[in-house]
Protein backbone atom coordinates (compact mmCIF):
# COMPACT_ATOMS: atom_id res chain seq x y z
CA UNK A 1 0.00 0.00 0.00
CA UNK A 2 3.17 1.85 -0.28
CA UNK A 3 2.37 3.19 -3.48
CA UNK A 4 -0.99 4.24 -3.28
CA UNK A 5 -0.24 6.08 0.07
CA UNK A 6 1.95 8.43 -1.81
CA UNK A 7 -1.21 9.01 -4.08
CA UNK A 8 -3.58 9.44 -1.89
CA UNK A 9 -1.86 12.35 0.00
CA UNK A 10 -1.08 14.00 -3.11
CA UNK A 11 -4.14 13.99 -4.18
CA UNK A 12 -5.59 15.18 -0.73
CA UNK A 13 -2.98 17.86 -0.88
CA UNK A 14 -4.19 18.87 -4.33
CA UNK A 15 -7.72 19.27 -3.78
CA UNK A 16 -7.21 21.11 -0.77
CA UNK A 17 -5.08 23.80 -2.28
CA UNK A 18 -6.83 23.71 -5.27
CA UNK A 19 -10.74 23.35 -3.86
CA UNK A 20 -11.12 27.22 -4.44
CA UNK A 21 -10.23 27.16 -8.06
CA UNK A 22 -12.54 24.64 -9.15
CA UNK A 23 -15.33 26.23 -6.57
CA UNK A 24 -15.06 30.06 -8.28
CA UNK A 25 -14.85 28.63 -12.03
CA UNK A 26 -17.45 26.63 -11.73
CA UNK A 27 -19.79 29.13 -10.04
CA UNK A 28 -18.78 31.63 -11.91
CA UNK A 29 -18.11 31.67 -15.92
CA UNK A 30 -16.37 34.81 -16.57
CA UNK A 31 -12.79 33.67 -15.79
CA UNK A 32 -10.51 34.17 -17.84
CA UNK A 33 -8.76 31.55 -19.98
CA UNK A 34 -5.72 31.20 -17.88
CA UNK A 35 -7.73 30.43 -15.17
CA UNK A 36 -10.09 27.71 -17.10
CA UNK A 37 -7.32 26.42 -18.92
CA UNK A 38 -5.07 25.96 -15.64
CA UNK A 39 -8.56 24.01 -14.14
CA UNK A 40 -8.55 21.37 -16.58
CA UNK A 41 -4.72 20.87 -15.95
CA UNK A 42 -5.70 20.47 -12.17
CA UNK A 43 -8.91 18.01 -13.34
CA UNK A 44 -6.31 16.01 -15.39
CA UNK A 45 -4.13 15.63 -12.81
CA UNK A 46 -6.91 14.38 -10.23
CA UNK A 47 -7.59 11.49 -12.86
CA UNK A 48 -4.07 11.23 -12.78
CA UNK A 49 -3.54 10.79 -8.88
CA UNK A 50 -6.58 8.44 -8.76
CA UNK A 51 -5.86 6.30 -11.74
CA UNK A 52 -2.07 5.69 -10.13
CA UNK A 53 -3.79 4.71 -6.88
CA UNK A 54 -5.77 2.61 -8.03
CA UNK A 55 -2.41 1.22 -10.11
CA UNK A 56 -0.71 0.46 -6.76
CA UNK A 57 -3.80 -1.10 -5.00
CA UNK A 58 -4.01 -3.50 -7.91
CA UNK A 59 -0.94 -4.07 -8.72
CA UNK A 60 0.13 -5.15 -4.80
CA UNK A 61 -3.17 -7.37 -5.08
CA UNK A 62 -2.36 -9.39 -7.93
CA UNK A 63 -5.21 -8.27 -10.75
CA UNK A 64 -3.14 -8.04 -13.46
CA UNK A 65 -5.60 -7.61 -16.55
CA UNK A 66 -7.01 -4.87 -14.09
CA UNK A 67 -3.76 -3.30 -13.56
CA UNK A 68 -2.88 -3.03 -17.49
CA UNK A 69 -5.79 -1.66 -17.93
CA UNK A 70 -5.34 0.98 -15.45
CA UNK A 71 -1.17 0.97 -16.80
CA UNK A 72 -2.88 2.44 -19.95
CA UNK A 73 -5.30 5.14 -17.80
CA UNK A 74 -2.05 6.20 -15.96
CA UNK A 75 -0.11 7.13 -19.12
CA UNK A 76 -2.90 8.14 -20.59
CA UNK A 77 -3.87 11.02 -17.76
CA UNK A 78 -0.03 11.63 -17.41
CA UNK A 79 0.83 12.80 -20.99
CA UNK A 80 -3.16 14.65 -21.27
CA UNK A 81 -1.93 16.65 -17.73
CA UNK A 82 1.27 17.79 -20.11
CA UNK A 83 -0.68 18.97 -22.51
CA UNK A 84 -3.36 20.76 -20.75
CA UNK A 85 -0.40 22.63 -18.60
CA UNK A 86 1.21 23.63 -22.01
CA UNK A 87 -1.81 24.50 -23.02
CA UNK A 88 -2.05 26.58 -19.83
CA UNK A 89 1.55 27.64 -19.85
CA UNK A 90 1.50 29.24 -22.85
CA UNK A 91 -1.69 31.65 -22.21
CA UNK A 92 -0.05 32.35 -18.70
CA UNK A 93 2.90 33.62 -20.18
CA UNK A 94 0.65 35.08 -23.09
CA UNK A 95 3.79 33.89 -26.09
CA UNK A 96 3.00 33.80 -29.41
CA UNK A 97 6.12 33.14 -30.77
CA UNK A 98 7.59 30.23 -32.43
CA UNK A 99 9.00 29.02 -29.32
CA UNK A 100 5.44 28.89 -27.64
CA UNK A 101 4.12 26.94 -30.94
CA UNK A 102 7.06 24.99 -30.52
CA UNK A 103 6.15 24.00 -26.79
CA UNK A 104 2.41 23.38 -27.38
CA UNK A 105 3.27 21.12 -30.19
CA UNK A 106 5.59 19.42 -27.94
CA UNK A 107 2.65 18.60 -25.84
CA UNK A 108 0.24 17.78 -28.31
CA UNK A 109 3.19 15.30 -29.56
CA UNK A 110 3.89 13.52 -26.75
CA UNK A 111 0.35 13.04 -26.14
CA UNK A 112 -0.52 11.99 -29.50
CA UNK A 113 2.53 9.58 -29.46
CA UNK A 114 1.79 8.14 -25.96
CA UNK A 115 -1.90 7.32 -27.54
CA UNK A 116 0.04 5.37 -30.82
CA UNK A 117 2.42 2.89 -28.31
CA UNK A 118 -0.25 2.62 -26.19
CA UNK A 119 -2.48 0.73 -29.08
CA UNK A 120 0.51 -0.59 -30.21
CA UNK A 121 1.82 -2.00 -27.14
CA UNK A 122 -1.78 -4.09 -27.13
CA UNK A 123 -0.28 -5.97 -29.61
CA UNK A 124 3.55 -6.08 -29.33
CA UNK A 125 4.90 -4.59 -25.54
CA UNK A 126 6.89 -1.50 -26.42
CA UNK A 127 6.10 0.62 -23.48
CA UNK A 128 5.08 -2.37 -20.91
CA UNK A 129 4.83 -5.25 -19.69
CA UNK A 130 4.62 -7.93 -16.73
CA UNK A 131 6.58 -10.93 -16.64
CA UNK A 132 5.74 -14.73 -15.46
CA UNK A 133 5.71 -13.61 -11.66
CA UNK A 134 3.45 -10.36 -12.47
CA UNK A 135 6.55 -8.03 -12.27
CA UNK A 136 5.94 -5.36 -13.70
CA UNK A 137 8.60 -4.24 -16.64
CA UNK A 138 8.93 -0.71 -18.28
CA UNK A 139 10.07 -0.81 -21.97
CA UNK A 140 11.79 1.06 -23.94
CA UNK A 141 9.01 3.33 -25.70
CA UNK A 142 7.94 4.25 -22.13
CA UNK A 143 11.31 5.49 -21.56
CA UNK A 144 11.50 7.31 -24.74
CA UNK A 145 7.90 9.29 -24.16
CA UNK A 146 9.43 9.92 -20.54
CA UNK A 147 12.57 11.67 -21.52
CA UNK A 148 10.43 13.73 -24.00
CA UNK A 149 8.41 14.96 -21.24
CA UNK A 150 11.12 15.69 -19.29
CA UNK A 151 12.97 17.79 -22.00
CA UNK A 152 9.53 19.76 -22.34
CA UNK A 153 9.73 20.30 -19.12
CA UNK A 154 13.54 21.82 -19.11
CA UNK A 155 12.63 23.71 -22.63
CA UNK A 156 9.42 25.71 -20.49
CA UNK A 157 11.76 25.95 -17.21
CA UNK A 158 14.46 27.66 -19.34
CA UNK A 159 12.05 29.68 -21.44
CA UNK A 160 10.07 31.30 -18.41
CA UNK A 161 13.02 31.99 -16.43
CA UNK A 162 13.98 33.82 -19.66
CA UNK A 163 11.29 35.96 -19.67
CA UNK A 164 11.57 36.46 -15.76
CA UNK A 165 14.92 38.07 -16.56
CA UNK A 166 12.93 40.54 -18.45
CA UNK A 167 9.85 41.40 -16.41
CA UNK A 168 9.54 43.19 -13.40
CA UNK A 169 7.71 43.28 -10.05
CA UNK A 170 5.23 40.05 -8.93
CA UNK A 171 5.02 38.92 -13.08
CA UNK A 172 9.22 38.54 -12.58
CA UNK A 173 8.21 36.29 -9.85
CA UNK A 174 5.61 34.06 -11.54
CA UNK A 175 7.39 33.53 -14.17
CA UNK A 176 10.65 32.11 -11.80
CA UNK A 177 7.81 30.08 -10.12
CA UNK A 178 6.77 28.42 -13.39
CA UNK A 179 10.53 27.98 -14.35
CA UNK A 180 11.57 26.35 -11.27
CA UNK A 181 8.09 24.61 -10.89
CA UNK A 182 9.05 22.98 -14.65
CA UNK A 183 12.65 21.82 -13.54
CA UNK A 184 10.92 20.57 -10.27
CA UNK A 185 8.70 17.66 -13.37
CA UNK A 186 11.87 17.55 -15.20
CA UNK A 187 13.75 16.28 -11.89
CA UNK A 188 10.75 13.64 -10.89
CA UNK A 189 10.20 12.58 -14.57
CA UNK A 190 13.83 11.83 -14.48
CA UNK A 191 13.69 9.69 -10.83
CA UNK A 192 10.36 8.39 -12.33
CA UNK A 193 12.41 6.91 -14.95
CA UNK A 194 14.76 5.34 -12.69
CA UNK A 195 12.59 4.00 -10.24
CA UNK A 196 9.67 2.53 -12.46
CA UNK A 197 7.95 1.83 -8.98
CA UNK A 198 8.18 4.33 -7.20
CA UNK A 199 5.60 6.96 -7.55
CA UNK A 200 8.23 9.79 -8.01
CA UNK A 201 5.70 11.48 -11.07
CA UNK A 202 2.91 12.43 -8.11
CA UNK A 203 5.19 14.03 -5.85
CA UNK A 204 6.58 16.09 -8.56
CA UNK A 205 3.61 17.03 -9.58
CA UNK A 206 2.17 18.04 -5.91
CA UNK A 207 5.31 19.92 -5.36
CA UNK A 208 5.41 21.80 -8.92
CA UNK A 209 1.27 22.39 -8.08
CA UNK A 210 1.61 24.02 -4.57
CA UNK A 211 4.88 25.71 -5.57
CA UNK A 212 2.37 27.96 -8.18
CA UNK A 213 -0.98 27.71 -6.02
CA UNK A 214 1.11 29.58 -3.28
CA UNK A 215 3.43 32.19 -5.38
CA UNK A 216 1.10 32.52 -8.88
CA UNK A 217 -1.99 31.59 -8.16
CA UNK A 218 -2.82 33.44 -5.17
CA UNK A 219 -1.25 36.51 -6.51
CA UNK A 220 -3.23 36.38 -9.66
CA UNK A 221 -6.82 36.07 -7.46
CA UNK A 222 -5.57 38.96 -5.20
CA UNK A 223 -4.99 40.90 -7.59
CA UNK A 224 -8.30 40.17 -9.75
CA UNK A 225 -10.28 41.00 -6.64
CA UNK A 226 -8.66 43.70 -6.30
CA UNK A 227 -9.30 45.11 -9.75
CA UNK A 228 -12.88 44.22 -9.50
CA UNK A 229 -13.18 46.00 -6.38
CA UNK A 230 -12.29 49.29 -8.14
CA UNK A 231 -14.62 48.41 -11.15
CA UNK A 232 -17.28 48.10 -8.48
CA UNK A 233 -16.29 51.14 -6.82
CA UNK A 234 -16.00 53.27 -10.28
CA UNK A 235 -19.65 51.44 -11.43
CA UNK A 236 -21.18 52.68 -8.21
CA UNK A 237 -19.40 56.44 -8.20
CA UNK A 238 -20.91 59.51 -9.77
CA UNK A 239 -18.93 60.23 -12.48
CA UNK A 240 -19.13 64.15 -12.45
CA UNK A 241 -19.00 64.75 -8.27
CA UNK A 242 -17.55 61.84 -7.20
CA UNK A 243 -20.17 60.68 -4.63
CA UNK A 244 -22.49 57.42 -4.86
CA UNK A 245 -24.69 57.08 -7.92
CA UNK A 246 -28.25 55.68 -8.36
CA UNK A 247 -27.04 52.46 -8.74
CA UNK A 248 -25.37 52.42 -5.26
CA UNK A 249 -28.47 54.35 -4.23
CA UNK A 250 -30.31 51.31 -5.58
CA UNK A 251 -28.08 48.73 -3.67
CA UNK A 252 -28.63 50.55 -0.58
CA UNK A 253 -32.10 50.64 -0.48
CA UNK A 254 -32.14 46.70 -1.19
CA UNK A 255 -29.93 46.32 1.74
CA UNK A 256 -32.71 48.63 3.94
CA UNK A 257 -35.61 46.12 2.64
CA UNK A 258 -33.04 43.31 4.34
CA UNK A 259 -32.90 45.11 7.31
CA UNK A 260 -36.93 45.36 7.84
CA UNK A 261 -37.55 42.09 7.01
CA UNK A 262 -34.64 40.48 9.43
CA UNK A 263 -35.59 43.18 11.97
CA UNK A 264 -31.90 44.53 12.27
CA UNK A 265 -33.07 47.99 10.79
CA UNK A 266 -31.80 50.84 13.18
CA UNK A 267 -33.57 54.25 12.77
CA UNK A 268 -32.98 56.17 10.03
CA UNK A 269 -33.60 59.31 8.17
CA UNK A 270 -33.47 60.20 4.73
CA UNK A 271 -32.85 63.79 3.57
CA UNK A 272 -33.81 64.89 -0.40
CA UNK A 273 -31.82 67.66 -1.95
CA UNK A 274 -32.59 69.29 -5.33
CA UNK A 275 -30.93 72.37 -6.71
CA UNK A 276 -32.26 75.88 -7.84
CA UNK A 277 -31.50 76.98 -10.88
CA UNK A 278 -30.12 74.46 -12.52
CA UNK A 279 -31.31 74.81 -15.58
CA UNK A 280 -31.09 78.51 -15.79
CA UNK A 281 -27.39 78.52 -15.22
CA UNK A 282 -27.59 75.39 -18.28
CA UNK A 283 -29.31 77.87 -20.86
CA UNK A 284 -27.54 81.17 -20.02
CA UNK A 285 -24.09 79.83 -19.23
CA UNK A 286 -24.28 76.82 -20.87
CA UNK A 287 -23.31 72.98 -19.05
CA UNK A 288 -20.17 73.38 -17.81
CA UNK A 289 -21.24 76.34 -15.70
CA UNK A 290 -24.05 74.10 -14.88
CA UNK A 291 -21.60 70.95 -13.87
CA UNK A 292 -19.64 73.30 -11.59
CA UNK A 293 -23.09 74.25 -10.17
CA UNK A 294 -23.90 70.33 -9.43
CA UNK A 295 -20.66 70.07 -7.75
CA UNK A 296 -20.55 72.82 -5.66
CA UNK A 297 -23.87 71.99 -4.67
CA UNK A 298 -22.92 68.04 -4.01
CA UNK A 299 -19.85 69.70 -1.62
CA UNK A 300 -22.27 71.56 0.47
CA UNK A 301 -24.33 68.48 1.04
CA UNK A 302 -21.16 66.31 1.71
CA UNK A 303 -19.40 68.48 4.27
CA UNK A 304 -23.21 68.93 6.28
CA UNK A 305 -23.86 65.39 6.43
CA UNK A 306 -20.01 63.64 5.98
CA UNK A 307 -20.71 61.01 8.30
CA UNK A 308 -23.87 59.62 6.16
CA UNK A 309 -23.68 58.18 2.16
CA UNK A 310 -24.40 60.60 0.03
CA UNK A 311 -26.38 59.97 -3.56
CA UNK A 312 -26.65 61.43 -6.90
CA UNK A 313 -29.83 60.14 -7.70
CA UNK A 314 -30.94 62.90 -10.69
CA UNK A 315 -29.34 65.28 -12.86
CA UNK A 316 -29.95 67.60 -9.66
CA UNK A 317 -31.44 65.38 -7.38
CA UNK A 318 -29.67 64.21 -4.00
CA UNK A 319 -30.25 61.85 -1.08
CA UNK A 320 -28.81 61.09 1.90
CA UNK A 321 -29.55 58.38 4.23
CA UNK A 322 -29.08 58.97 8.07
CA UNK A 323 -27.43 56.63 10.54
CA UNK A 324 -25.44 57.35 13.42
CA UNK A 325 -24.20 60.23 14.84
CA UNK A 326 -25.29 62.14 11.56
CA UNK A 327 -29.09 60.53 12.38
CA UNK A 328 -28.40 61.98 16.37
CA UNK A 329 -27.52 65.13 15.02
CA UNK A 330 -29.99 65.63 12.67
CA UNK A 331 -31.99 68.73 13.59
CA UNK A 332 -28.72 70.36 14.35
CA UNK A 333 -27.33 69.68 11.04
CA UNK A 334 -30.67 69.93 8.98
CA UNK A 335 -30.90 73.64 10.97
CA UNK A 336 -27.00 74.51 10.15
CA UNK A 337 -27.62 73.64 6.22
CA UNK A 338 -30.63 75.52 6.40
CA UNK A 339 -28.97 78.66 7.35
CA UNK A 340 -26.67 78.80 4.93
CA UNK A 341 -28.89 77.78 2.21
CA UNK A 342 -30.52 81.11 3.08
CA UNK A 343 -27.61 82.78 3.36
CA UNK A 344 -26.53 82.23 -0.03
CA UNK A 345 -29.64 82.64 -1.41
CA UNK A 346 -28.98 86.34 -0.39
CA UNK A 347 -25.76 86.31 -1.54
CA UNK A 348 -26.09 84.75 -4.57
CA UNK A 349 -24.55 81.45 -3.80
CA UNK A 350 -25.64 77.92 -4.72
CA UNK A 351 -28.88 77.33 -4.14
CA UNK A 352 -30.05 73.98 -3.10
CA UNK A 353 -33.31 73.02 -1.44
CA UNK A 354 -33.93 70.23 1.43
CA UNK A 355 -35.99 68.04 2.96
CA UNK A 356 -35.73 65.62 6.08
CA UNK A 357 -37.75 63.23 7.33
CA UNK A 358 -37.18 60.06 9.65
CA UNK A 359 -38.45 56.36 9.87
CA UNK A 360 -41.13 55.74 12.21
CA UNK A 361 -42.63 52.49 12.04
CA UNK A 362 -46.26 53.45 13.11
CA UNK A 363 -46.57 55.36 10.02
CA UNK A 364 -43.93 54.42 7.80
CA UNK A 365 -44.19 50.52 5.44
CA UNK A 366 -41.07 50.78 3.68
CA UNK A 367 -38.45 52.98 2.84
CA UNK A 368 -40.39 55.32 0.25
CA UNK A 369 -43.05 56.60 2.76
CA UNK A 370 -39.97 57.97 4.53
CA UNK A 371 -38.85 59.05 1.09
CA UNK A 372 -42.18 60.75 -0.54
CA UNK A 373 -42.48 62.98 2.83
CA UNK A 374 -38.52 64.03 2.45
CA UNK A 375 -39.13 65.25 -0.73
CA UNK A 376 -42.31 66.85 -0.04
CA UNK A 377 -40.84 68.88 2.85
CA UNK A 378 -38.26 69.48 -0.13
CA UNK A 379 -40.76 70.54 -2.81
CA UNK A 380 -41.97 73.14 0.11
CA UNK A 381 -38.63 74.74 0.96
CA UNK A 382 -37.85 75.15 -3.11
CA UNK A 383 -41.04 77.18 -3.25
CA UNK A 384 -40.04 78.97 0.03
CA UNK A 385 -36.70 80.21 -1.57
CA UNK A 386 -37.94 80.91 -4.80
CA UNK A 387 -40.30 83.44 -3.06
CA UNK A 388 -38.20 84.44 -0.71
CA UNK A 389 -35.65 85.19 -3.46
CA UNK A 390 -38.10 87.11 -5.09
CA UNK A 391 -39.33 89.13 -2.70
CA UNK A 392 -35.45 89.87 -1.95
Given at each position: ???????????????I???DL?????????HSV????YR??????????L????W????E????L????D?????????????L??????????D????????????W??????I?VL??????P?V??????H??I?LPA?????????????????F????????E????N???????SS???A??I???????????Y??G????????H???????I???T??????N????????T?V??K??Y?????Q????????T??N???????I??L?????????E??D?L?K????????Q?????????G????A?????S?F???EE????F????????K?GG??????????D?????????V???????M???KE?????????
Amino acid sequence: MYYSSIGVIALIVHVIINFDLMKRVSRVGTHSVTQKRYRRFLIALIAYYLSDIIWGTLYENGHMLLTYIDTVAVFVTMTLSVLLWTRALIVFIDDKSLFGKIVLGGGWTIFLTEIIVLIVNFFYPIVFKFDEDHTYIALPARYVTMLMQMILYCMAAFFALYIAFRAEGKRRNHYRTVGFSSFIMAVFILLQDLYPLMPMYAIGTMFAACMVHSFVYNDVITRNTLQLENANKKAYRDGLTGVKNKLAYIDSLRQLELESTTETLANYGVAVFDINNLKVTNDTLGHEAGDELIKSACAIICKQFKHSPVFRIGGDEFAAILKGSDFENREELFREFTAKIDENNKNGGVVVAGGMAVFDPEIDDNYTDVFMRADQQMFERKEQLKASKAAG
